[in-house]
């Protein structure tokens, strides 16, 4: 199996910026989509975005769309994504969760937990008043 490292979590204003990053211990890496969800305290783990296998396709939750971006450097083994204009209902435990196929086009499993088989241990992102 992939593993999965998520860094570059922290704690920021509303209005800041943080890019978490995913690092994979796989070359094969560039076989599997890729995705960004998150949880927050006493609530269910929810889709951020996915990216397919080879970057192309990029898919977001309503609630990030048009201030996160996901993408990927298969050269680098690495998944990313960058939060912009962060605000407080952002804040959660971020989780980098992979599984194999190209993920094009995206099904309903992919905007799910139960679509991803791979997670990271999560890092936390914090965003202030």
């Known amino acids: 199996q992939v593993q999965l490292v998520e860094s570059g979590g922290g704690l920021v204003q509303a209005g800041g910026s943080l890019r978490l990053s995913c690092a994979a211990s796989e070359r094969t890496f560039s076989r599997y989509t890729m995705g960004w969800f998150r949880q927050a305290p006493g609530k269910e783990r929810e889709f951020v975005a996915a990216i397919s296998s080879s970057g192309d396709s990029t898919k977001y939750a309503d609630s990030v769309k048009g201030r996160f971006t996901i993408s990927r450097d298969n050269a680098k083994n690495t998944g990313y994504l960058q939060m912009n204009s962060l605000k407080p209902e952002d804040t959660a435990v971020y989780y980098c969760?992979?599984?194999?196929?190209?993920?094009?086009?995206?099904?309903?499993?992919?905007?799910?937990?139960?679509?991803?088989?791979?997670w990271g241990q999560g890092t936390q992102v914090t965003v202030s008043s």
């Open positions: 969760a992979a599984v194999q196929g190209s993920g094009f086009p995206f099904t309903i499993f992919h905007t799910g937990p139960a679509g991803y088989d791979y």
